[in-house]
């Protein structure tokens, strides 16, 4: 199954951080490996599921399922260890194909279970998670996610989406500082522009630059992620 996904995408690195049952031949961490002469198997036939571990947060757009005889599934997804808190982005469905590559429309995301409900028996080949990383990126930055998200979606085509790097560099650089942070995040949506502002300035020196841009040209966010290109090309 082919799909054509965005330049900025890359298949990212995790680990199985957890599963239900594994045979002895048949590992789980088989799903790490494309190659088709392996493949996780639990040897039973309902309820067992995976969970894995993405080595850096991110963004994920897409997961790849190369099943091997998995009937019916759920895919539910989190940026905290706390499964009961994971939000289904994938209902329980039915496997329909061989290869399967679902779209997560840029998902917020650190850790992704897998909950196979039917299978003849369970097994897998290989897992793909498909999206961008996003260093730093923690729960309480979601309020931050959820504003500037649309613009990433609506930039996907550009691999140097400058909404995608201010995101990726308030997470990185303010992650040591959510503890004094987590009032502002948490009233964040309040006055988003402007909380915006306010995170950015704490970023980098870029932030004065806005008070030189007529208000009245531009959407106030795409004006802003202008600014943050000049200022990046400036000091490279």
């Not at 995408?9 to 190659?35: F, I, M, N, T, W």
């Not at 599921?49 to 850096?56: M, P, S, V």
């Not at 097994?123 to 979601?142: D, K, N, W």
Request: proline share 6%.
């Amino acid at each position: 199954m082919e799909v054509e996904l965005e330049p900025r995408v890359k298949v990212l690195s995790y680990k199985v951080k957890g599963v239900s049952r594994e045979s002895p031949s048949q590992k789980a961490s088989h799903v790490l490996d494309s190659d088709l002469r392996s493949h996780w198997s639990s040897a039973t036939n309902t309820k067992e599921w995976l969970l894995l571990e993405l080595e850096e947060p991110c963004l994920l757009s897409h997961i790849r399922i190369y099943n091997k005889s998995v009937l019916e599934w759920e895919i539910a997804v989190g940026l905290r260890y706390k499964p009961e808190t994971f939000v289904k982005v994938r209902p329980r469905c039915e496997a329909p194909r061989r290869d399967m590559i679902y779209p997560l429309n840029y998902t917020p995301c650190r850790y992704v279970r897998i909950s196979c409900l039917r299978g003849n028996p369970i097994a897998i080949f290989f897992i793909q998670l498909i999206g961008v990383s996003v260093t730093g990126l923690e729960a309480e930055f979601q309020p931050v996610v959820s504003h500037i998200l649309p613009h990433i979606i609506s930039h996907k085509q550009d691999a140097h989406d400058m909404h995608l790097q201010l995101l990726q560099d308030i997470t990185n650089r303010l992650l040591v500082f959510l503890p004094q942070l987590e009032a502002d995040l948490a009233s964040f949506l309040d006055d988003g522009e402007k909380n915006l502002r306010f995170l950015s300035m704490l970023v980098g020196p870029f932030y004065p630059i806005l008070h030189t841009v007529n208000e009245r040209l531009v959407e106030p966010l795409d004006r802003f992620c202008a600014c943050y290109q000049t200022f990046l090309k400036n000091s490279s």
